[in-house]
Structure formats: structure tokens, C-alpha cells
């Protein structure tokens, strides 16, 4: 089960108290103070991890609370910390506070990780209140209690390409062709219910590559929930570059130009303007093209929008529009580096 958001709880550790403790030992005389100091609670961290794909484990347990540190002892003997509760996310997470809708952190890369909550700190021990005029202080600090919150985990897939269209615009049989991933795919509106993320390798050996995002279909009134709604638009916020494929097959469509208008506009309705984003256009099934094409090429020359023909089936058109995304996503990466040498 494909799982991208999630609400949990989270707590730090509260911290050990420190101890209220006197030496005693024979032969020796007012001994003093000997309270240990209480361990610190542990923190909660969050992790991006390789090994999560989805937030499908948030969905069976929402409580996440670190380790209590232990009390301090006599012989001024501390007590051990909290161990911190580390918790995997996928790379791409994106987590805030529920209350304030406070962004706390965006973990983009393997092993980023953020303190989350702070664990309490540790109580003193009576040894730190000993005075000249105060020898046997019967004082003690309690531990500091661990932050707590309710936080909302949002996944946003790291995809170079995001791929758009209305459904069976041939999304999912062309990410089958050109890349490793295996989308269910069907002769029916909506065969795509999650989006999908696959490596796509291009160049001469193979040796380059980028990743292409599949998202379920758009519709007409998206944006009002219709269809599937917009919100797996959420995994193409982070792309280059859009691909929109547009069916011209007869029996997909009588109107592709209106077909990618409608697409557009649902785009454009979203909070992160996903219309502004690069893109191009790929006329798809062009082994049973229909007359419509004419016009869809026409309207892209005007526009001047990229435009491609393509056949998954047949392969007629793919190592073109491959060639054509990764030179965009290298000279994209490339971009920031080549004005700082300037």
C-alpha cells in the first residue's frame, strides 16, 4: 500500500532526577553531600533512509516516544541517558508542525536526519548545592520534561521527470519501456492508482540516467476532487521537467489540443503553480494516430512547445525524447555550478 502522508506523535525522553544522597561510611566524619546527577532523556530523530519507500508504517502506529534517563545515585554516581528514537523516513519527506504548519525540516538526501523533539535534561544531584553555610543540603532537581508534538509527514518523490496526462495517455507503458519499473498497466481509466518511480538510462553506453515519476490520471475538475483528485501532483513539485503525453489514438480522443489544455489547466490550479515548471509534449500511439494529430502539432509549433511523436509499442520516437529529457536534466544540475564559475 502506497502511504504519503501521515499525522504521528512524538515525544523526547524526560530527563532523571538527580539525587538527594549523603556519604556514609565508618571512620568517616560528616561525609557530605553524594547525589548523582540524572541522566538526560533521549531526543527523537528523524532519518531519511534508503530502506523506506512509503509512509505505510505511520499508518499502523502514531506514538513515538525516546528513552527516559535514569535518576541519579549516591557516591555521586550519574544516571545513564536516554537512548534517542531514531525514526526511518523516505528520502523526500517533508515534516511540519501540526499546530503552527511550521516547516521543521525537508530531508532531500540518504542519511539526513533532524532532532525532532530534544529530550529533558538531567536533575543535579545535592553535591552542586553544598556551601560553606549550607554542608548538608537536602536539595535535589527534578529531570526536565521532553518535548512533545504532533507532527504531519509529507512524501515528495525525487524524480527528475514527472509524466502527466489524462488517463490512458500511455503514462505507465511508456515508463515500462524506458525504465525498470513494472506499473500495472490496463485498457482503463485510472489502472494507475499510486504514482510510480522508475531509473531511466540513456547515452551512447547506457552510463547516464535520470528518474521519471508516473502520476494516476488527471481529469477535467481535478482540482474539485474529481477523478482521483490532484493529490499525487505532490511527487512532481520537485522535478525539472514535465512530460505531458497527449493519446492522438482515435480511440482515446477526438480533440488532443483540448485534451492538453485541460491537463495544463489543472496544473495551474495547484498551489505550487506546477504550469510554470519546464515541460514538452509527446504525442503517444502514434501506430494508430488519428487525423487529430495535425492539430496537436500545429498548436505546440505555435506555442512553441517541444513536441515529439512517439509509439511505445513500436519504439518509434523514444530515443529521441530520452536523448532530449536528459540533456534538459543535465544542463538543468549543471546550471548552478556553471554561474558560480562565472
Known amino acids: 500500500m502506497f502511504v504519503d502522508q501521515a499525522k504521528i506523535y512524538v515525544k523526547g525522553g524526560d530527563g532523571g532526577s538527580g539525587s538527594m544522597s549523603f556519604r556514609r561510611e565508618k571512620y568517616i566524619p560528616r561525609g557530605g553531600p553524594d547525589g548523582g546527577d540524572g541522566g538526560a532523556g533521549g531526543n527523537v530523530v528523524i532519518v531519511a533512509s534508503p530502506q523506506v519507500s512509503t509512509l505505510m508504517d505511520f499508518h499502523y502506529g502514531h506514538l513515538y ?6 535518576d541519579g545515585s549516591k557516591k555521586t554516581s550519574s544516571g545513564k ?7 526511518p523516513v523516505p528520502v523526500g519527506t517533508v515534516v511540519r508542525d501540526v499546530d503552527s504548519d511550521d516547516l521543521l525540516c525537508d530531508l532531500t538526501a540518504t542519511g539526513q536526519q533532524h532532532i ?5 535534561r538531567g536533575g543535579r544531584g545535592n553535591t552542586h548545592f553544598k556551601s560553606p553555610t549550607r554542608q548538608a543540603p537536602y536539595i535535589a532537581e527534578p529531570g526536565g520534561i521532553g518535548e512533545e508534538r504532533w507532527l504531519f509527514l509529507e512524501l515528495k518523490l525525487l524524480a527528475d521527470v514527472g509524466l502527466v496526462g489524462l488517463p490512458n495517455a500511455g503514462k505507465s507503458t511508456l515508463l515500462s519501456v524506458i525504465s525498470n519499473a513494472k506499473p500495472e498497466i490496463a485498457n482503463y481509466p485510472f489502472t494507475t492508482l499510486t504514482p510510480h518511480l522508475g531509473i531511466v538510462r540513456w547515452g551512447r553506453s547506457m552510463d547516464r540516467h535520470f528518474t521519471v515519476a508516473d502520476i494516476p490520471g488527471l481529469i477535467e475538475g481535478a482540482h474539485e476532487g474529481k477523478g482521483l483528485g490532484i493529490q499525487f501532483l505532490r511527487h512532481i513539485e520537485r ?3 514535465i512530460l505531458h503525453l497527449v493519446s492522438v489514438s482515435e480511440m482515446d480522443t477526438v480533440n488532443p489540443v483540448r485534451d492538453l489544455k485541460i ?3 489543472e496544473l495551474a490550479l495547484t498551489e505550487a503553480r506546477l504550469d510554470e515548471k519546464p515541460f514538452i509534449v509527446a504525442a503517444t ?6 487525423k487529430e494529430i495535425v ?3 500545429r498548436y505546440c509549433k505555435t506555442k512553441k512547445i517541444p513536441f515529439f511523436e512517439i509509439s511505445s509499442a513500436t519504439g518509434t520516437g523514444i530515443a529521441k525524447l530520452l536523448r532530449t529529457m536528459g540533456q534538459q536534466v543535465e544542463a538543468f544540475k549543471a546550471g548552478p555550478v556553471a554561474v558560480a564559475e562565472e
Do not use: N, S
Open 65 to 70: 516516544i525516546a528513552e527516559q534517563g535514569e
Open 81 to 87: 541517558g536516554g537512548q534517542d528514537r531514531i525514526i
Open 116 to 120: 525532532i523533539v530534544q529530550g529533558g
Open 239 to 241: 522535478t525539472t521537467l
Open 263 to 265: 491537463v495544463r489547466a
Open 285 to 290: 500511439k502514434i501506430d494508430i494516430v488519428g
Open 295 to 297: 492539430k496537436l502539432k
